[in-house]
């Protein structure tokens, strides 16, 4: 009698679907803007306001921009991380103050370190929507020409760099080469 | 050395559930009653050595021995002693020790009461109980073993989970794990039954207990849950349809129409191949609720921690279980013949669309909490179901199911006919139409047409629950037949009213709750629902670990003061997030709920203030489920024909 048989070829299905979702990390949101040119944008600097950060200044080499926040309590935990990162010199590490004080931030940077070459100021929000920043931390890898080939949302962890964004470096240099 | 004794301790365990599940299989092939003997002193000292394995557990918790991983990371020199003691299974692995010690448990009590039953069928069952076992113990200790030493210790601990801070976690998971666990009892005589290829009435007398048993756990556990996610999380739901709730509920569902299924199985001697598969279903659920939880597939509020080494172990595992058990069904299925027939129109059909209809809400349910993880699977993107469509699909199911609640038990086995059942009902229909409607109108005026029906159907329940019980007592010496009435119809009728006042409370709270996030400062106050609400002070408070903000909130009736609540925001040590303790004013047919938000400049908060019409009819409901249940176990049957085996 095949009828019996169903609930069995019913639960194959089942088993099928689970092992090929063990394989996803459902916290892993695809950003649309992989592969494609970071928006542009033109922020005065966290140090000397009167002066500004663009894209054009990250283009040219490859660059980690980490938004970031004084209020943000995983930026915290981040930070050592982010400064073992910059302190490598395997990539040039450059900050986005997101929606923050500025006497604020630079307290955070003077208690805990410096580790961005520069640091751009998004006091509105505005440049962090056109990146589709979910909220701080948040991490984007961007090529030589200033295209996103790497998002993370939350801390970048030890196995992040090890797994993800050190190998993408390793690529984009040996491409260029 | 306690540690390292808890771990030998597990080992043990581990290679005694492999005697236990090998050898009185082989006997039972073989007919070696010697052999099938091994089944119960292996069933009973590996339960010693799960519960030393636990006892050693739980002294490292109370000795704050930091020195063990597991317990450095979820507990604390400053934790009070009756949450050091619920942080055991405050996490993945101890909730996994306490998973197995409650299997052995149930194993253990298989072999106690199992007297009456022929040897070939208790020792398969003790020896599937066996297998499961093995199951968890190899996982525990391949992937989850909570004995890992630190090295070098920590100074102090990470603390428990502040959310898990909280009396009613204690209990939740024992409790539900009771529930989840028992489900392979009735698992484990399904599979006997298929091996031996047939199913008497003593096999449905005995499964039917303890598939009871299991769904009073399951019900309890599940309120629970319900009951503290609505005091403890603060923001004044008792149900987010998030996928650790529905691993819990789906097999609740599957039980309770296995317990129909069996009543029909047990009385008419039909529909059993249609039992076994729901009893493998339970627990096949219950084991994919662990693998949803534990694998980390699928996002979730209740954020366990996860590893994907302990998923792809549970998936081996489910597959092996389950696939061997639907495996054994599709073989010998066919062989078991279920012998009584019924007309369209008989309380045998009815039934059968009570477990179609629950069926098919368990269906709608898992798929849609698999959904996002099949889309993702099939890489058609990233998605996730909410309580929108859950609301939608179950609502309408469950209306249904409850409109044939109140004709079920009126029905004549076998065979009955319209117009008798007419005449036994309309009464009762009538009466709970006009009752229904007019306690709609009358507390809350006029209402929404699917409100009003369904508090109707609610109303139907309770109704033609009482009409059949007194149609059961009759005219004449009704007394008589009262102490003729077995306790199991009494456990019926108790669990049908309790399902009606669950819909009831459903359908008011979620049509007539009234909520405001307002700015209040001291002496300020706000009107909602007719009551005022005054923030008459604001106070910090030290815990023992944590420090917290507490406002004393006045609620007034016009001019007299209803209650006094005290919410608070408290900040634990160990964490960054802020936690909220709600102010409730509960009562039977009302609940206020404040729950604070922001400070504010000037001696201000923002807050919620809720109200909750009904609310607490949800877990009155579930508790008469479960009283129900309760009464079912007790009944003279299931104990008489055991002594008189004996």
Redesign the interface.
């Known amino acids: ?1 095949w009828r ?2 169903l ?2 070829m019913g ?2 299905l ?2 099928l ?6 394989t ?1 990390d ?2 892993e ?2 950003s649309p803007l992989i592969g494609k040119p970071a928006p542009e944008f033109e922020l005065p600097r966290l140090h000397d306001p009167s002066q500004n950060l663009s894209l054009a200044d990250l283009k040219g080499e490859i660059t980690l921009l980490n938004v970031w926040a004084s209020w943000c ?1 995983s930026c915290r935990v981040e930070h050592p991380f982010i400064s073992e990162i910059a302190a490598s010199g395997a990539v040039a590490v450059y900050g986005l103050n997101y929606k923050d004080e500025r006497g604020e931030a630079l307290k955070w940077l003077k208690a805990l370190g410096d580790p961005y070459q520069a640091i751009a100021v998004d006091q509105d929000g505005r440049v962090a929507i056109d990146f589709g920043v979910y909220g701080a931390p948040e991490s984007y890898l961007l090529d030589q020409n200033g295209v996103i080939v790497y998002k993370k949302i939350g801390p970048i962890t030890a196995r992040d760099w090890k797994e993800d964004v050190s190998p993408l470096i390793q690529q984009l240099r040996d491409k260029q080469l | 050395m306690i540690p390292e004794f808890g771990n030998f301790a597990l080992v043990m365990a581990l290679g005694i559930a492999l005697v236990q599940s090998i050898v009185p299989l082989v006997g039972a092939v073989q007919n070696n009653s010697r052999m099938m003997a091994v089944a119960v002193p292996a069933a009973r000292l590996q339960f010693v050595c799960v519960a030393i394995s636990f006892l050693c557990l739980t002294i490292s918790f109370i000795q704050n021995d930091f020195s063990v991983l597991y317990v450095a990371k979820n507990s604390n020199s400053l934790l009070p002693l009756h949450y050091r003691i619920s942080a055991v299974w405050g996490s993945h692995e101890g909730s996994l020790l306490l998973w197995a010690l409650i299997l052995s448990g149930w194993t253990i009590a298989v072999s106690i009461f199992k007297k009456s039953l022929p040897l070939t069928l208790s020792s398969r069952v003790l020896a599937i109980l066996g297998i499961i076992s093995v199951g968890f113990l190899l996982f525990l200790l391949l992937t989850s073993n909570p004995f890992l030493r630190l090295f070098p210790a920590a100074a102090e601990g990470n603390d428990l989970n502040p959310l898990l801070q909280d009396p009613g976690l204690i209990f939740h998971p024992p409790i539900l794990y009771m529930g989840y666990v028992g489900l392979a009892v009735p698992f484990a005589f399904a599979i006997a039954a298929l091996l031996q290829g047939r199913i008497d009435a003593s096999w449905t007398r005995w499964s039917r207990p303890w598939a009871l048993v299991a769904w009073i756990f399951l019900t309890l556990g599940i309120a629970l849950g319900s009951w503290w996610a609505y005091y403890e999380l603060g923001w004044g739901g008792w149900w987010f349809w998030d996928p650790v709730e529905n691993a819990s509920f789906m097999p609740w569902l599957v039980t309770t129409a296995l317990l129909h299924s069996l009543a029909v199985t047990e009385q008419r001697n039909t529909f059993k ?1 249609w039992t076994l ?1 729901l009893s ?2 339970g627990f ?1 659920l219950s084991l ?1 609720g662990t ?1 949803l939880v534990r ?5 979730s509020v209740h954020a366990f921690a996860t590893d ?1 080494a302990r ?2 172990f549970i ?1 081996i595992f ?2 092996f279980v ?2 061997s058990a ?2 054994l ?3 010998r ?2 062989a078991i013949i279920s012998l009584g027939r019924f007309s369209a129109l008989s309380r045998e059909t009815l039934l059968l669309i009570n477990n179609v209809l629950l069926l098919v809400a368990c269906a709608t349910i898992l798929v849609g909490t ?1 959904y ?3 889309m ?2 099939m890489q058609l993107g ?1 998605i996730s179901v909410g309580p929108p469509y859950f609301d939608k699909v179950f609502a309408p199911l469950m209306l249904l199911l409850v409109f044939v609640l109140g004709f079920g038990p009126m029905t004549h086995w076998r065979k009955d006919t319209f117009k008798n059942l007419i005449n036994r009902l309309l009464k009762s229909a009538l009466i709970s139409a006009l009752l229904g409607m007019a306690f709609v109108l009358l507390i809350f005026g006029p209402a929404p047409l699917l409100t009003t029906l369904a508090v109707v159907l609610g109303v139907w329940v309770i109704a033609s629950s009482l009409a059949t019980f007194k149609n059961h007592l009759g005219k004449d010496k009704p007394l008589d037949r009262l102490r003729l009435l077995p306790l199991a119809y009494f456990g019926m009728l108790v669990a049908h009213i309790g399902v009606g006042v669950f819909i009831i409370g459903v359908t008011l709270v979620s049509t007539y709750e009234q909520s405001e996030t307002v700015r209040l400062a001291v002496g300020e106050s706000y009107t909602l629902a007719n009551r005022r609400f005054e923030l008459a002070d604001l106070t910090s408070v030290q815990g023992p670990n944590y420090n917290a903000e507490q406002a004393t909130i006045k609620i007034f009736r016009g001019d007299h003061l209803v209650s006094t609540q005290f919410p608070e925001k408290r900040f634990y040590h160990s964490s ?1 997030q802020p936690m909220t303790e709600a102010g409730i004013d509960a009562g039977l047919f009302r609940d206020f709920y404040i729950s604070l938000g922001e400070p504010q400049q000037g001696n201000a908060w923002t807050m919620r203030l809720n109200y909750k019409p009904f609310v607490r009819w949800i877990w009155l409901g579930a508790l008469l489920m479960a009283f129900g249940g309760l009464l079912a176990v007790l009944d003279r049957r299931y104990r008489k024909k055991q002594e008189g085996a004996n």
């Open positions: 009698m019996f048989t609930p069995l639960f194959g089942l088993v679907i689970l092992a090929i979702g063990l996803q459902p916290s949101v695809p309590e | 191949a598969l493998i279903f096949s994919l693998f694998s980390g597939v699928l996002v994907p998923g792809v998936l489910l597959a389950i696939g639907l495996f069904y599709a073989w299925a066919s698999l996002p993880l099949f993702d699977a990233k960054s």
